[in-house]
């Protein structure tokens, strides 16, 4: 599967940033997310949904971000609200089919002080 990441860009601290990303073929059965990676460390978790619409959230975001899919469409999205300067960083989605992960081209997100 193919996945698109769009949605990324440059908001002040405590703004909002919807991410998007679009996959090439049928997502239904599979467990989507978004990681996040800043130069010089490894790539981390933000968030899981799985096909079901349970969701997994990393400490640093809970409370400020929401991810959602709508297996329809093909999208998953991450509505991020009240960013913050440490949520800098490119945002990747991704796609576990399997036990096989694929990922997406980053989308990157600048959140100022």
């Known amino acids: 599967v193919q996945l698109q990441a769009s949605g990324g860009g440059w908001v002040q601290s405590g703004g909002s940033l919807r991410l998007s990303c679009a996959a090439s073929?049928?997502?239904?059965?599979?467990?989507m997310g978004w990681y996040r990676q800043v130069p010089g460390k490894q790539r981390e978790f933000v968030a899981d949904?799985?096909?079901?619409?349970?969701?997994l959230y990393a400490d640093s975001v809970k409370g400020r971000f929401t991810i959602s899919r709508d297996n329809a469409k093909k999208t998953v999205s991450l509505q991020m609200n009240n960013l913050k300067p440490e949520d800098t960083a490119v945002y990747y989605c991704?796609?576990?089919?399997?036990?096989?992960?694929?990922w997406g081209q980053g989308t990157q997100v600048t959140v100022s002080s």
């Open positions: 073929g049928s997502i239904s059965s599979d467990v």
């Open positions: 991704n796609a576990k089919r399997s036990g096989r992960p694929y």
């Open positions: 949904i799985v096909s079901g619409g349970f969701t």
